[in-house]
């Protein structure tokens, strides 16, 4: 008890004493959740974490920057101004941004007649530009797997990345 909020403030005063510098937290929602009524570690972290911002004001030459895919779950006291002043929000992709988030992935890269990204666009309505990008990854991995399993049949397959694999 007291081990995880004081290692937090050996991180603020690393960074201050090393100033200029900057703080990133990756996942910030889970370690700054919504406080409930129970005093629990999540909600002395939470306390901490503030306490720690606020003290910054003094020391303008320590950036605190944070990334979070569930805002929602954030306590509201972090967004308060003086804290994080700006938010900036990337929603997931419409479709028109879908279609060229796989052609940025697939730019260069061997693709046979029967591929219709539209297919694929319409599928994956609420998944991220990294999930797309992890789609067409293992598409690629797919058709190399089947290049390499038709050539020890003494086969010369073209890798080829067809619909199937995008699909798969």
Do not use: W, Y
């Not at 996942?27 to 306490?51: C, H, M, N, Y």
């Not at 940025?104 to 998944?127: F, Y």
């Amino acid at each position: 008890i007291g081990e995880t909020e004081k290692a937090l403030h050996d991180v603020f005063k690393r960074a201050m004493q090393a100033s200029p510098s900057i703080l990133f937290f990756d996942e910030i929602d889970a370690l700054v959740p919504r406080r409930r009524e129970d005093k629990t570690i999540g909600s002395r972290l939470v306390s901490q974490f503030l306490t720690e911002v606020d003290g910054l004001e003094e020391l303008k030459e320590v950036i605190v920057l944070a990334a979070t895919n569930r805002i929602d779950m954030i306590d509201p006291a972090l967004l308060r101004p003086g804290r994080f002043d700006m938010v900036l929000e990337f929603p997931l992709p419409d479709a028109k941004g879908r279609l060229e988030i796989l052609k940025v992935h697939l730019k260069g890269r061997p693709i046979a007649e029967d591929v219709n990204l539209q297919v694929i666009v319409d599928n994956t309505e609420g998944i991220t530009g990294s999930g797309l990008k992890a789609i067409v990854d293992r598409a690629v991995f797919e058709s190399m797997r089947e290049t390499i399993r038709d050539r020890s049949l003494a086969k010369v397959p073209i890798l080829c990345i067809q619909q199937r694999h995008l699909l798969q």
